[in-house]
């Protein structure tokens, strides 16, 4: 089997694959005139049956002048517009119009569908394209009407030839200068082998950027095994099927044109589907059509994946969907916390000129209010303004049905937001002459379910558990309910199809040692925990510490990427530090270090505007530019460096980030969505580095690994744990009952607020009567209570009168209870200690492999999380020794966390034990003991999943095990007593 064979392959199965009209024909080569760059035997053929009036007038028949003349100007407008947008429009030509493609035809439309079925579509084998170079030819073109949209070169792994190597063919054997390869001729130009595909909108020699068309296989890159076939002929009888390339060229290809804003400069880029984006928005599209409104979709796709292009074309293509005859939604309204994606949708949809000026932004309640009365079909917001728009709404459009798209989908969107705009777009909102409490209690809990009028479509590369649950698909196994993605793109599947770059691939540590001495003669006592916190923060906020990460910083980018050129040449740095303060004096330092070394670049400081000593800080002051110029002014020279506090750690899109250097902790999504700042691709860029002075690789990896395939929910959030800690708030005695009913009874009935104080403060006034170990455990409950609350009410098929109740009353109680007071003796600790010694090595880079498994996530918590932990007091010298310690020679690769853990985390979880604190209460020191190793236990099997290696030590090592025991026992038994 060889090329040539797998043309004739793929010819014969597109030539007798359709029955119905229009159906693939084979071309005939000869017929294919390079000098205008078409198939001139099929293009008159069509324009003869379907307007032949046009044909006799343009003299298409013959050879002359006319017709050199039309197919100049033809060839003219194809290079000026595009093949897909002449393919759309047609051409004019004087006074005459041709039309050049008919689209598909709307159901029950007999004389549309027989236009499109006149279209033909060809096939051609070895087409010799150059009119110069005439012994070139492509392996196949496939043309509409004549007019050539796709080209292939293919190869077979039989012969040792590769898909690769049929990239290696375009790029530097096929000159883009020729007509058929020059920009916007075709669609796409296809590598195909037996195995791959790959696809290129822009062909410029060496730096064509050919990107992947696989399926995946396994939630990795590739196809899976094809029983029927070749694993790449889902290319050919799948997505070139007339009907599927109809909707190719209708709804997804296209030239999207922007403006530089400030250099004025336009740009134009060919923009075509990704197999997982063109396969989830026809998901999605073929659902609704089944089900209607009404359903949640979450949809999780890898950071950097093109979600951007995939919402503008689901929000496109909902416009118009049918569900049992009519239009599925009458709006769909876009969510996102980013500005720039208004810009991609607008400048995306502007190519589908049959809904182009129906996109408009929303930036206040009746911009949204008109958007709607108006019959916009396409309304952007943003999550920022999001419950403020809603918050007015009127009743018309609750008679509407709505789509939603989600961008980023996190519990942001869940509980109160969505609840605003459920309350805002529903049929059974609230009526505003309220006469009975339960109607309106009955009312206001619906509202917060995800409602029949509107369908939810949430995209997010990094699903949290709520989102999961909220969103997610319900699954059955084994009798547990769990929740997974509608549709997945996974991390891993990007970055082994190389469209991201794996950002923990070249991933250096950087272990920080610290040693501090004493100032003082004497050798007070401190609460451990919150000493070691204020110690850490102090030997990281000092300048000569700060002064020396940044020359690694520094000198680490100019070796190990300015100097080797990376990307071109153009890499740029991010340093992510852990606030404003610490951001300033990085950028204080970093230019300071840029200025002594003489090197020939600058940084740029990124954060909100700030007091500092008294005076207004800002980021144009040390920028000198405004802020709204960062994005773009980073991408220019003398800057390499942006040194952020939280801007442009999520959300931020830069090709051209090559290193981050890390002095911030991070975790769970957190950490994965700051350091996928830097996977985005670029033709250029063929790797990335992170020097991280805060975080270890086994931190990192718990963090990446739910998200680099699908991510799961283990389980489902347990309704009884309101009833749980209802059972506990009831029985506090700090409100009763009717204290309940009577204040939601008078809020439902817009009471004065004079009314509603007093049964609160009533109940304060109970609160402060307690003792600080009741005050802790009733509000971590009450917080606890309104949060789980808020969350299911969202979710959960059934009402519950007295939950929402409960809710109402306690989101109002909960700010007015003071906090627990509680004496802090570390404040003073600053002041007894100085900084004797600092110092930072890099370790070896490495990389950090995930497992190829689904990850899990565990349900959303639902405890309270209060309970006041005593403070263990410890002498200052051997805070000083345990600090030192932890930070310095360090056996566990984990310390950190692994110190956390065994010094915080599992002593709390022991002493909350409800047999151990009965044995402490009946003051028994030995069964107490046998409690504690009964409750520790438990607490370490819960960890196994988490820390192996620490559960390995307790299990294995009997010594740490002891060791272990004692140090809890002594830390929760002597607090308690």
């Known amino acids: 089997m060889n090329e040539a064979s797998l043309e004739e392959l793929i010819v014969a199965q597109m030539v007798g694959g359709s029955t119905s009209t229009p159906a693939w024909k084979q071309g005939d080569p000869k017929d294919f005139n390079a000098s205008y760059c078409v198939d001139l035997a099929t293009f008159r053929e069509f324009v003869r049956d379907t307007q032949p009036e046009k044909f006799e007038a343009l003299a298409l028949g013959g050879d002359s002048p006319t017709v050199h003349k039309f197919l100049a100007r033809l060839q003219g407008e194809i290079t000026k517009h595009g093949i897909v947008a002449c393919l759309r429009d047609g051409v004019s030509h004087g006074p005459h119009h041709v039309d050049l493609y008919y689209p598909s035809p709307t159901t029950g439309n007999a004389k549309a569908e027989a236009r499109f079925a006149a279209n033909l579509l060809t096939i051609t084998r070895q087409v010799h394209y150059s009119p110069t170079d005439t012994l070139k030819s492509l392996d196949l073109v496939a043309s509409v009407n004549g007019l050539p949209i796709a080209t292939f070169e293919l190869k077979n792994a039989i012969t040792h030839q590769t898909v690769e190597d049929a990239v290696k063919q375009y790029k530097t054997d096929r000159d883009p200068r020729e007509l058929i390869f020059q920009f916007g001729r075709c669609m796409a130009h296809f590598a195909v082998d037996d195995s791959h595909v790959r696809f290129c909108t822009k062909l410029a020699g060496t730096q064509s950027w050919f990107l992947p068309f696989d399926r995946g296989y396994k939630g990795g890159a590739g196809n899976p095994p094809n029983p029927d076939g070749v694993m790449t002929d889902y290319l050919w009888r799948e997505i070139l099927e007339p009907r599927s390339l109809a909707n190719l060229i209708e709804n997804y290809a296209s030239i999207v044109r922007t403006k530089d804003a400030k250099t004025g400069k336009k740009t134009a880029s060919a923009i075509f589907p990704r197999f997982h984006q063109l396969d989830v928005v026809r998901a999605l599209l073929a659902d609704v059509s089944a089900v209607g409104s009404g359903k949640r979709y979450l949809i999780q796709h890898s950071a950097g994946s093109g979600k951007s292009n995939s919402i503008a074309w689901l929000a496109h293509q909902l416009v118009g969907v049918k569900h049992q005859g009519s239009n599925a939604f009458d709006s769909v309204i876009v969510v996102t916390d980013r500005v720039i994606l208004d810009g991609q949708i607008r400048d995306t949809i502007t190519g589908f000129t049959q809904v182009g000026s129906t996109v408009v932004h929303a930036e206040s309640s009746s911009d949204l209010r008109v958007a709607i009365e108006s019959g916009k079909k396409i309304i952007i917001t943003t999550v920022q303004k999001f419950p403020f728009i809603v918050r007015d709404l009127g009743g018309a459009q609750r008679d509407k049905n709505f789509a939603v798209i989600i961008d980023e989908a996190h519990s942001s969107q869940g509980g109160k937001v969505s609840a605003a705009l459920a309350r805002a777009l529903s049929k059974d909102g609230l009526d505003t002459d309220v006469e009975d409490v339960e109607d309106a209690l009955n009312r206001l809990m619906s509202s917060k379910k995800m409602l029949p009028n509107a369908s939810y479509f949430a995209f997010t590369a990094t699903p949290k558990n709520k989102t999961l649950e909220t969103f997610g698909e319900p699954l059955d196994v084994d009798g547990v309910v769990k929740h997974r993605p509608f549709h997945s793109y996974t991390m891993k599947q990007a970055i082994q199809e190389k469209f991201i770059l794996d950002v923990l691939a070249n991933y250096i540590p950087v272990d920080t040692y610290y040693k501090l001495i004493k100032t003082v003669e004497d050798d007070p006592e401190f609460d451990a925990k919150r000493a070691s916190q204020k110690l850490r923060t102090y030997v990281e906020s000092q300048k000569h510490a700060i002064r020396q990460k940044a020359q690694i910083m520094v000198d680490h980018f100019h070796s190990q990427v300015y100097q080797p050129r990376k990307i071109g040449g153009e890499a740029r740095a ?39 000593d008294g005076v207004k800080v800002t980021e144009s002051q040390y920028n000198g530019f405004p802020s709204a110029q960062i994005p773009s002014m980073i991408r220019e020279d003398p800057y390499r460096f942006l040194i952020v506090a939280d801007k442009f750690q999520t959300g931020y899109d830069e090709p051209l980030l090559h290193t981050m250097y890390v002095d911030k902790p991070l975790s769970g999504v957190k950490a994965v969505q700051t350091l ?69 009874s008078l809020y439902l009935s ?18 402060n009567e307690r003792d600080e170990d009741d005050q802790v455990e009733f509000k971590g409950s009450a917080k606890a209570f309104v949060r789980t609350y808020g969350f299911l009410s969202a979710v959960l098929p059934y009402t519950n009168a007295s939950w929402e109740k409960l809710s109402i009353f306690l989101g109002f109680l909960v700010p007015k209870l003071p906090s627990p007071p509680y004496e802090n003796p570390s404040d003073e600790l600053l002041e007894t200690i100085d900084l004797d010694s600092f110092r930072a090595e890099k370790r070896e880079a490495m990389k950090i492999a995930l497992d190829e498994d689904d990850g899990e996530l565990d349900p959303v918590p639902n405890s309270g999380g209060g309970g006041r932990v005593d403070p263990e007091f410890s002498r200052l010298s051997e805070i000083l020794d345990s600090f030192n310690a932890h930070f310095g020679n360090i056996p566990w690769e984990d310390r950190d ?26 003051n028994d020191k030995a069964n107490a003991k046998v409690e504690m190793v009964r409750a520790l236990q438990g607490v370490m099997f819960g960890l196994l999943s988490d820390e192996t290696q620490l559960f390995k030590q307790y299990s294995d090592n009997e010594s740490f095990k002891q060791w272990l025991e004692d140090s809890v026992f002594r830390q929760t038994y002597n607090g308690a007593t």
């Open 676 to 744: 996928s700042r830097l996977n985005r691709a670029h033709p250029k860029k063929h790797d990335c580095a992170v020097l991280d002075f805060a975080n270890d690789v086994e931190g990192i990896e718990v963090s990446f690994q739910p998200y680099y395939q699908t991510t799961v929910l283990a389980d489902e959030t347990d309704p009884n744990k309101l009833n749980d800690l209802a059972a506990v708030l009831n029985a506090s005695g700090i409100y009763t009952a009717e204290d309940v009913d009577e204040f939601v």
């Open 897 to 922: 966390r692994i110190m956390e853990r065994i010094t915080n985390e599992v002593p709390e979880k022991v002493a909350q034990d409800e047999r151990y604190k009965l044995a402490i209460a009946n």
């Open 750 to 767: 817009d009471a004065p607020i004079d009314e509603l104080h007093p049964l609160l403060d009533a109940c304060v006034a109970e609160y």
């Open 574 to 612: 991010m340093i992510v530090t852990t606030s404003i303060d610490r951001a300033i004096d990085y950028y204080e330092a970093v230019t300071a270090y840029l200025a002594e070394t003489k090197r020939p670049y600058k940084a740029i400081v990124a954060f909100s505007d700030v007091e500092r």
